[in-house]
């Protein structure tokens, strides 16, 4: 079993930037793809970003291409995600999440297993 805890978000305002950390427990880390989703007031929890086990290849949504950036340190049992050019529609609970799907990481919220409790992004115009 994995236990994801997440933390880096806060207020900021738009353009700025903002790098959430996600921290994992167990001795299995490199074994998961890990993911980012996130989750605005009034919307369904979507896909952000993921990330290949060994880091090799990584995924995105279009709304985030080139100006967020998963990536992940087996080492440290971390996966990060840098966000820059942040706008109001970036506002969000954003969530981590671990998958044991093999091949290009997948974007279906039911291939990830293991999720964490969320932290708050929230971006000022």
């Known amino acids: 079993q994995v236990q994801l805890v997440e933390s880096g978000g806060g207020l900021v305002q738009a353009g700025g930037s903002l790098r959430l950390s996600c921290a994992a427990s167990?001795?299995?880390?490199?074994?998961?793809?890990m993911g980012w989703f996130r989750q605005a007031p009034g919307k369904e929890r979507g896909f952000v970003a993921a990330i290949r086990r060994d880091g090799g290849s990584t995924v995105y949504a279009d709304s985030v291409k080139g100006r967020f950036t998963i990536s992940r340190d087996n080492a440290k049992n971390m996966v990060f995600l840098q966000m820059n050019s942040l706008t109001p529609e970036d506002t969000a609970v954003y969530y981590c999440?671990?998958?044991?799907?093999?091949?290009?990481?997948?974007?279906?919220?039911?291939?990830?297993?293991?999720w964490g409790q969320g932290t708050q992004v929230t971006i000022s115009s």
């Open positions: 167990g001795r299995t880390f490199s074994s998961y793809v």
């Open positions: 999440a671990a998958s044991l799907m093999v091949g290009v990481p997948g974007q279906s919220e039911s291939l990830y297993v293991y």
